[in-house]
């Protein structure tokens, strides 16, 4: 059984392109989270999606981002009109999510975005 | 959520017990007390979850006073691999998304 997956890993854009990472979750996992991460900082929440629903995104910034999670393929997370400050660590994570407190989230590896 | 307050780092040598401890004055009824480890560039990684008393499992041990109002994540002998930040977490029964702070950068030096 695969983890999380991520890609790309590394990704660099100029000012102003876009950006897509991509977040296959855990088999049998409907259950996604989104978390960015600045150097020398804790993970921040963005998004918590399920299978064609976003269940909670008051993390995400009002402009310019946008995440998905379409009924067949992976999560998507878009950034549009890239700027210097949106570098950082973008972490996806995921859980089958029963009934409950969140016993255990599965992380990927991980898409460290670099903006130039 | 509760907020959750733990040392911004700590030391240790290999072989040694670290104990880290986590303080979350406003913990609720049905709030449980998770632990994350990440590594440089990795993703966190779950490592224990408990509610109260004691949990121990093949990796660490976390210790729950009575009033829960905070926990003690216990790492027998460790060794160089555990240098990582280590996260806090409370989680509600219903919550729908973990909260991360900015955990305890633990260094482990031979």
């Known amino acids: 059984n695969a983890g999380v997956m991520q890609n790309p890993r590394h990704l660099v854009r100029r000012r102003g392109q876009e950006a897509r990472l991509r977040c296959s979750p855990m088999?049998?996992?409907?259950?996604v989270y989104w978390y960015r991460q600045l150097p020398e900082e804790g993970l921040k929440f963005m998004v918590y999606?399920?299978?064609?629903?976003?269940?909670?995104e008051s993390g995400m910034p009002k402009e310019r981002f946008s995440a998905e999670f379409p009924k067949e393929g992976p999560s998507i997370l878009r950034i549009q009109q890239v700027v210097r400050g949106d570098s950082a660590a973008y972490f996806c994570?995921?859980?089958?999510?029963?009934?409950?407190?969140?016993?255990?989230?599965?992380f990927g590896q991980g898409t460290r975005l670099t903006v130039v | 959520l509760a907020k959750t307050t733990q040392p911004i780092s700590m030391d240790s040598y290999e072989g040694q017990e670290v104990n880290i401890t986590c303080s979350h004055n406003?913990?609720?009824?049905?709030?449980?007390i998770t632990w994350y480890q990440q590594f440089p560039s990795q993703g966190p990684r779950f490592i224990i979850q408990?509610?109260?008393t004691k949990v121990t499992n093949e990796v660490a041990s976390l210790f729950i006073p009575a009033d829960r109002k905070s926990s003690t994540l216990s790492l027998p002998r460790v060794s160089l691999s555990d240098t990582a930040v280590y996260y806090c977490?409370?989680?509600?029964?219903?919550?729908?998304?973990?909260?991360f702070g900015t955990g305890t950068r633990l260094q482990v030096f031979p």
């Open positions: 994570a995921s859980s089958p999510r029963q009934r409950g407190p969140i016993t255990e989230a599965f």
């Open positions: 088999k049998g996992h409907s259950h």
């Open positions: 999606l399920q299978k064609e629903n976003i269940i909670d």
């Open positions: 406003n913990i609720a009824t049905n709030d449980y």
């Open positions: 408990g509610y109260k």
């Open positions: 977490l409370v989680v509600s029964y219903n919550t729908d998304k973990l909260i």
